[in-house]
């Protein structure tokens, strides 16, 4: 052996012992304590290809926060946060992971999902065949085809939204209310906007579209609706059947805070509402009132951030518990779908994916049908709001930038791009942005691919690739659809076209770029350069009439080109929407009357979108997949049918469409033979795999589906 040689390996083991001696520094530690409660074979001890069986892992992560460190300042209210005797801002995470038993067999890479509401949606968007309900899945009951254990991820759950309400299995995060420098309780004003499925006199103050009793309320700072706060301040409760409609008062005599109870009276309370005539479906509630105790919820981020340091990183906690999935060079990759991938966007825009020694936290981010921006460090932040149409239309969620590049804001004058922060230290992730057909029509997700006004095409920077899933809505309907009106809250069935398919290739090149810097699929997104991005007005849609194909009633399809139009939003001057941040003043806020530009996707003579990623289901289609629906009757009609897309069926039999007067070619048009229908399916297959949108075993998987079982007659 030359002495060059023993130099070479005695450097080596040098160097691993400074990063031991790191791993093991007081100072790296930001996740001080581990406490695992539970270790015990997954799903039953299944095995998983070459990887083998599972081990899960739950318990608690106890956080500390410096409130004193630069990259921490930005978190709104962490200096009126109560601090233990270091000085620090304490939290708790819940955590629940999947690693496999054999660590070797593993692919070095942990798979983060931001929970959505608490929930877990992970193995239901890559795992084909799960089985069970949202508690199934939050309880990880089944693995489905086991698509993502097979690969060799190991995947982490956590908690970072501090107002949802355990139960179910869904996942939480205890963090702190801020406090008046003299102990007194912080307040401050919420608007809570409140809908009820069902008819009822008592809801809780964040009984919203997505939230209800799945989120905890912030408190009113005085049970008393009927006398004014010393300042003249009264909280104010009002009606309408939708957004677009005037607000009618509903006097303060009429509700109170507190339960209605069975004696016609109202139990009082701090975070329930009674109204005795009732809250009835289809109509938005709008109570303004001064809420107190408001969490310091942007902690949040900075426990996705350390958590990530201390999981990649460390091997042990402050009290020696040993990290049970710490491997050396491991790579983080964080996903989140909706809510969730709203808040990575946001948590890469204040800078929190570089951790408190300036290393990065994620390598790689997956952001799945998340447009716009999470107001999750604002005082009394409602992170479980959305952006809606309809409901939820004027919550913080759509604050420019919209792109990841850099560019001028003409409406604010400002210049900013989502990577601002992260480019200028270096701790930038690789990023898969993956978004539906109905982010670009209810979602405002055309922002994400112009300027602002929609005039050109913009061009993400280097690590950023996007994909708009052509003709899809938020998520896939689930199967079987109702056979009969009322379609839910829908005038037309919803759409089925699903996204696992894509999302399975998607997260395979996102991995493969991160870790071997295998050069990512292509974007796909429709393009105003080449017509298949378009104002509203423009969309070429056929006119499908009502019909009855496979003995379903279904109405008129109605194009009436809604869109989510967005406007400069005022909160009053303590809210700063270049961050998201901040404190709101004015509620409901004030809306200018200069707006931003949005665009849809155009589509093909069946109404189907032609630019963008189109799917195998759309490349062979039996029917017209659309991003929008509208509400029924009762349901905000016609204005969006939130988060729902619409299927059509095509008519089976030429006579059939021709009887009806439906100007798309029948199924027998279409597609002659089974033969025909399965050759279709093959060749757009190849076009997939070929552009790396389709795994080579899921399109063996769904030709061979298109042989044996033939054409397809429902979705």
Aim: aromatic share 8%; hydrophobic share 35%; glycine share 10%.
């Amino acid at each position: 052996m030359t002495l060059r040689k023993i130099g070479r390996i005695l450097s080596a083991w040098i160097g691993l012992g400074v990063i031991a001696a790191g791993l093991s520094s007081p100072a790296d530690a930001r996740i001080v304590r581990l406490d695992i409660t539970r270790q015990e074979p997954a799903f039953g001890g299944r095995n998983f290809g070459q990887v083998g069986g599972y081990v899960r892992l739950s318990g608690k992560a106890h956080g500390e926060v410096d409130p004193n460190l630069p990259q921490n300042a930005i978190i709104q209210d962490i200096r009126l946060a109560p601090r233990n005797a270091r000085g620090m801002v304490e939290y708790v995470t819940d955590i629940d992971i999947l690693r496999p038993a054999d660590p070797d067999r593993g692919n070095n890479i942990l798979l983060f999902e931001v929970h959505n509401r608490g929930r877990k949606l992970m193995l239901r968007n890559f795992n084909d065949g799960l089985a069970g309900n949202q508690a199934d899945y939050n309880n990880l009951t089944d693995a489905g085809d086991g698509f993502l254990m097979a690969a060799g991820y190991t995947l982490v759950w956590y908690g970072w939204q501090a107002d949802v309400a355990p139960g179910d299995g869904r996942l939480t995060l205890t963090v702190p209310a801020a406090r008046n420098p003299d102990g007194s309780p912080l307040t401050g004003l919420v608007r809570a906007e409140l809908t009820t499925a069902t008819p009822a006199k008592t809801l809780n103050l964040s009984s919203g579209w997505f939230t209800g009793l799945t989120h905890a309320s912030y408190p009113t700072a005085s049970a008393d609706n009927r006398t004014a706060f010393a300042d003249g301040f009264l909280p104010t409760l009002t009606v309408r059947a939708r957004q677009q409609e005037p607000r009618v008062a509903i006097p303060n005599g009429d509700w109170s805070f507190g339960a209605c109870n069975d004696a016609d009276g109202v139990t009082s309370g701090d975070r329930q509402i009674c109204l005795p005539a009732g809250f009835q479906p289809g109509r938005l509630y709008e109570l303004i009132y001064r809420a107190k105790d408001p969490l310091v919820t942007g902690l949040g981020f900075a426990a996705t951030r350390d958590l990530a340091a201390f999981l990649k990183r460390r091997d042990k906690d402050l009290a020696g518990t040993a990290n049970p999935v710490f491997r050396r060079g491991q790579r983080a990759i964080i996903m989140g779908t909706s809510q969730s991938g709203r808040m990575i966007r946001s948590f890469i825009h204040l800078g929190f994916n570089r951790d408190e020694q300036g290393r990065t936290a994620f390598e790689g981010a997956l952001p799945h049908i998340g447009g716009g921006l999470m107001p999750l460090n604002v005082r009394f932040s409602q992170a479980g709001r959305a952006w809606g149409e309809q409901v939820d239309h004027l919550y913080p969620a759509y604050d420019f930038p919209f792109t990841y590049g850099r560019q001028r804001d003409p409406l604010t004058g400002r210049n900013q791009g989502l990577l601002d922060r992260c480019r200028a230290n270096g701790t930038c992730p690789r990023i898969f942005h993956v978004a539906t057909a109905l982010e670009m029509w209810e979602g405002r997700q055309s922002l994400g691919l112009t300027d602002p006004m929609g005039r050109r095409d913009v061009t993400d920077p280097a690590n950023v690739r996007t994909y708009i899933m052509a003709s899809t809505q938020h998520g896939p309907a689930n199967l079987p659809l109702p056979a009969a009106e009322p379609f839910g809250v829908c005038q037309q069935q919803q759409n089925p076209n699903p996204h696992i398919w894509t999302l399975r290739a998607l997260i395979t090149g996102l991995t493969d770029w991160v870790v071997s810097d295998k050069a990512p699929p292509d974007s796909a997104i429709p393009r105003i350069a080449d017509g298949t991005l378009v104002a509203p007005d423009q969309v070429r849609f056929p006119p499908i009439p009502a019909n009855a194909y496979g003995n379903v009633r279904r109405p008129q399809v109605r194009m009436l080109r809604v869109t989510n139009p967005l406007f400069q939003l005022d909160y009053g001057p303590g809210y700063v929407a270049a961050d998201t941040s901040g404190v709101i003043t004015v509620e409901p806020p004030r809306q200018s009357t200069a707006g931003y530009g949005l665009l849809v996707p155009q589509v093909d003579g069946d109404g189907n979108d032609v630019g963008g990623l189109r799917s195998l289901f759309l490349q062979a289609p039996i029917g017209t997949y659309t991003g929008w629906n509208l509400g029924r009757k009762d349901r905000f009609e016609d204005g969006f049918c939130s988060l729902a897309g619409s299927f059509i069926p095509f008519a089976r039999t030429r006579q059939e469409r021709l009887d009806t007067g439906d100007p798309r070619l029948s199924i027998e048009e279409r597609y002659p033979t089974p033969a025909a229908y399965a050759a279709t399916v093959k060749a757009a297959a190849e076009r997939l795999v070929a552009a790396r949108y389709l795994l080579p075993d899921d399109a063996a998987r769904l030709v061979g589906r298109a042989e044996t079982e033939g054409i397809r007659l429902g979705p």
